[in-house]
């Protein structure tokens, strides 16, 4: 799948899929680079990432690695995670983030409102309200206008 889809984001699909079907193998083909999005996707439970422009022959092969029931990590995505490692407190801010946190920072980034992301999110007003505090603490961030300057300069929306 990809992380732009109309009517529901990837990554809110991802949510959605692992919550009903934990074990299906789910491969994320985005035109966004590795180091935008791939790291916190594995983390929330993707089987692998790969970039559009990666060769035909390897969404082959991410398949067949996924289908049996394993993740398909390439070279610059495996770098990234050894990197995490090395460096656990040199993270992006929107690294520490929880996945519903995630999805609402994204959400909140774009434009939506409350009341439109907790339809979105099956979720109350109140709640996505508590999320967009948690998020704005976690990031040291003022305003939904601060949320999407760090959203755009990190190439995490469009």
């Known amino acids: 799948m990809d992380l732009s889809m109309p009517g529901q984001s990837g990554i809110d699909a991802l949510a959605m899929i692992r919550a009903k079907a934990p074990d299906v ?3 994320i083909l985005s035109g966004y680079p ?3 999005y791939a790291v916190n996707l594995i983390r929330q439970g993707a089987s692998g990432y790969l970039n559009k422009e990666c060769d035909p ?3 082959v092969d991410a398949i067949r690695v996924i289908s ?4 398909y990590i390439t070279p610059a995505v495996a770098e990234l995670l050894a990197q995490q490692l090395n460096r656990p407190h040199d993270v992006a801010a929107h690294e520490q983030l929880s996945e519903r946190e995630f999805q609402v920072f994204l959400k909140l980034a774009k434009g939506e409102t409350a009341g439109d992301i907790a339809k979105a999110l099956s979720l109350s007003v109140k709640t996505v309200s508590t999320y967009r505090t ?3 603490e976690k990031m040291s961030l003022a305003s939904n206008s601060d949320l999407t300057y760090y959203a755009l300069k990190n190439k995490l929306i469009d």
Do not use: A
Request: net charge neutral.
């Open 134 to 136: 948690r998020v704005m």
């Open 25 to 27: 193998g789910i491969l």
């Open 34 to 36: 590795e180091e935008h």
């Open 57 to 59: 022959s390897e969404i």
């Open 68 to 71: 049996l029931g394993k993740r």
